[in-house]
């Protein structure tokens, strides 16, 4: 029961904090229409989902790549996350290439673009992930104490919250 009350507790204070950032930040942005079967994106949210997209996987795969578009997209999604694309890769502390400043560095070669097309496509190869992480100093992580790994690709682990229904 308690560890229902605090998956409760940690959903929703990332809901609120997420409602609160958004509103704050929202800017009024046009629909890019330019790929019909696409998933609808504005313009600055592809030119965001470029920039994270190299800054958290440029030394991956195009389905590395893809992958971490997925879980944007999924945090999109979900209920418990921002609702736009700029909401949640700009949640506070979700994504460390905001905080160490890479992400504005990023210059998004044509292969991330390419593979950030391919998730926008429908290319998903997910499983429901909302959260990953370096497979580097994973062990003992927050992340391996409170979520379900269900697979590694590449140099990133992916996780979905824990299931806390007691057995």
Not at 6 to 31: C, D, H, K, R, W
Not at 40 to 51: E, K
Not at 137 to 166: K, M, Q
Request: negative net charge; charged residues 25%; proline residues 4%.
């Amino acid at each position: 029961m308690i560890k229902k009350l605090l998956v409760a507790f940690m959903a929703l204070t990332i809901y609120i904090v997420g409602v609160f950032y958004n509103t704050a930040y929202a800017e009024p942005q046009s629909v890019d229409y330019d790929c019909q079967d696409s998933l609808y994106v504005t313009a600055d949210d592809r030119y965001i989902l470029y920039r994270i997209g190299h800054a958290e996987a440029r030394g991956e795969d195009d389905k590395g790549i893809i992958l971490v578009i997925n879980v944007i997209i999924n945090r999109k999604n979900s209920p418990y996350f921002p609702n736009t694309i700029r909401g949640v890769v700009f949640q506070p502390r979700q994504f460390s290439p905001i905080a160490d400043g890479s992400f504005d560095r990023a210059v998004p070669c044509q292969r991330v673009k390419d593979a950030v097309q391919r998730a926008l496509d429908g290319a998903d190869y997910s499983q429901g992930a909302t959260f990953f992480r370096a497979t580097v100093g994973a062990e003992g992580s927050w992340h391996e104490r409170t979520l379900d790994r269900i697979f590694t690709h590449g140099n990133h682990h992916f996780y979905v919250p824990r299931d806390c229904e007691e057995k």
